[in-house]
């Protein structure tokens, strides 16, 4: 298991084939809500993404795009990968790809690792192969085809038809490593999360593995195998292992110890690949296997996975540029319980928008600064003395960073933000029932009027700090609207087990005019 003091988490990488739909952006955005919550906990954070670059599909996309399958790969990862990161604001440590130098040394170093132990060996291969999946199929993950494939039998993800491959091939010993996996499972409960896929997998490795193919001769476009290099490496097999190529294997033992093992963020129709032919790939070389695989449900809409191929692909932009990247990590990951499947809709998002971001926190804040600006000429306010309401809402702030801490710990993001969400309602409940506007009218109750508005901009305070991992640039706006930023410091800087901690927002800070955090979305 990873140590509590450091924390190392990795999105898949990404396949360059074609551009990102949101349930690409839908994984990177969970990754980096748990790297900025765990970086803002003071602990020793590595969050790494990237772009996944070899094999057969990305060779024939780039012939028919008439360039070669670097070029076509260069153009993807710089024109749409790269700049997804912005669109939703991702802050990752490191950015890989697979063509990278750094890379595929790693590759030929592994791969000669395991040939001269004996877990490589060579063999002949038949089977059915689904170019979409870069993966040989077996005949029960196969269906009957619809439409113009009716008749045929395709691949159950891609409904499209599988081609049967021979090839001489090189195989990795997977078989002999179904016993040490399921030893592993079982010592190590939450290795495989949720529980649904934890049983799925642990039922698939009981039933037998057969060994992996991890070479192809049909085609040269991936890391050639070092000792024979008529063949080149299987490409999942090459992709996987840029969770250690990136943190130094084989190059940098410091860092690579300081980071691994790390904790997988992957969508559930890959996990197989990372909680059993990688793990198996890491005990073949005597290496820790990662700390956790986690499997985040399917984005869907209108019923149906969210997929370029099916036509109902978004592009992350298409939502940030109406509603900001703010509101798609928050929707997306407060919407959707992370970890289960979950349905898209624009209806859906426009009316959490305005019910929870405009008029929920958004408002709190504008309503909170102003008060501050109109009665107290912009500086913050001495509290008086506490009354069991100013000692409610310490108490449900002082609440809610446990129960977060404790949901990000189990991964259940939505959790985590519903825990801090009650601090939004519980402020605008408090700000209702005391009336500060009605308070200000009488000058005998100046006091009061202090004590209130000293607790609702500590409290906006805390919210802050809770909500920049997942909300940033609100967060940020708040911040220097409170005047923090003078008195305490840069937002990220702050900690988040001690968010909760009362009275850390000196009185006497001078606030600044807030702008709208969630403006209003004109209807289209
Ligand atoms: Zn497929």
Known sequence: MAAADRFYIATPIFYVNDVPHIGHAYTEVAADVLARWHRQSGVDTWSLT????????ILRTAVANGVTPQEWA?????????????????????????????????????????YDTGFITEGEYEGYYCVGCEEYKQADDLVPGAGEFVGQQVCAIHGRPIEVLKEKNYFFALSTFQQKLLDL?????????????????????????????????SFDWGVRIPWDDSHVTYVWFDALLNY????????????????????QLVGKDIARFHAVIWPAML????????????????????????????????APHQITDVFGSDAFRYYFMSAINFGQDGSFSWEDLAARYQ??????????????????????????????????????????????VVAAQRAIDTFAIHDAIA???????????????????????????????????????????????????VTPQAAQKLWVALGAEGALGGLREQSIPSAGTWGQLPAGTQTQPLEALFPRIEAE
């Open 50 to 57: 990237g772009t996944d670059e070899h094999g057969q599909k």
């Open 74 to 114: 260069d153009k993807l990862v710089e024109s749409a990968w790269k700049p997804l990161l912005d669109t939703i604001d991702i802050a990752n440590d490191d950015f890989i790809r697979t063509t990278e130098p750094r890379h595929e040394k790693v590759v030929q170093q592994f791969l000669q690792k395991l």
């Open 185 to 217: 499972y079982e010592s190590q409960p939450d290795f495989i999360q949720p529980p649904s896929l934890r049983n799925e997998i642990m039922s698939f490795v009981r039933r037998g593995l057969d060994d992996l193919s991890i070479s192809r001769q």
């Open 244 to 263: 250690i190529s990136a943190i130094g294997w084989g190059s940098d033992d410091e860092n690579f110890s300081r980071r691994w093992p790390a904790v």
């Open 283 to 314: 005990m073949a070389a005597d290496l820790q296997p990662p700390a956790r695989v986690f499997g985040h449900g399917w984005l869907l809409v209108g019923g149906e996975k969210m997929s370029k191929s099916k036509l109902t692909g978004i």
């Open 355 to 400: 019910a929870e971001l405009a008029n929920g926190f958004g408002n709190l804040a504008s309503r909170v600064i102003a008060m501050v600006g109109k009665y107290c000429d912009g500086v913050v306010p001495a509290s008086g003395e506490a009354t069991d309401a100013e000692r409610g809402i310490q108490k449900t702030v002082a609440d809610a």
């Open 419 to 469: 825990a801090v969400w009650t601090i939004v309602d519980e402020l605008n409940g408090y700000i209702t029932l005391q009336e500060p506007w009605k308070v200000a009218k009488d000058p005998a109750l100046e006091e009061r009027l202090h004590t209130i508005l000293y607790t609702a901009a500590e409290g906006l305070r805390a919210l802050a700090v809770l909500l920049s991992p």
